[in-house]
């Protein structure tokens, strides 16, 4: 996520996670990376406010990560 993609609320963090991974269980990755306890991470997905920074960056991160094993799974000859 960078600067021009905000997160407005913990609900947009969750679709964005979601979409993103859509068959894992990322709230517990997002527990993991951020430091953070599951119920945390929940709570503040489920509010119509920003999420802690704590969350952002583990987020960020986790999505980073994400785009960056998609590009590498694209075939350079097409």
């Known amino acids: 996520m960078g600067p021009s993609e905000s997160v407005a609320s913990g609900q ?3 679709l964005r996670m979601n979409a993103a991974f ?5 709230v ?3 527990a993991e990376r951020s430091g953070e306890s599951r119920e945390f991470v929940e709570w503040h ?3 119509d406010i920003a999420p ?3 969350l952002l960056r583990a987020a960020s991160g986790l999505l980073d990560e994400h785009a ?3 590009n590498s799974q694209v075939d350079p000859r097409t």
């Open 12 to 14: 947009d963090l969750a």
């Open 22 to 26: 859509p068959r894992r269980d990322w």
């Open 28 to 30: 517990a990755l997002l």
């Open 45 to 47: 997905l489920q509010e």
């Open 52 to 54: 802690p920074e704590t």
């Open 68 to 70: 960056a094993s998609d």
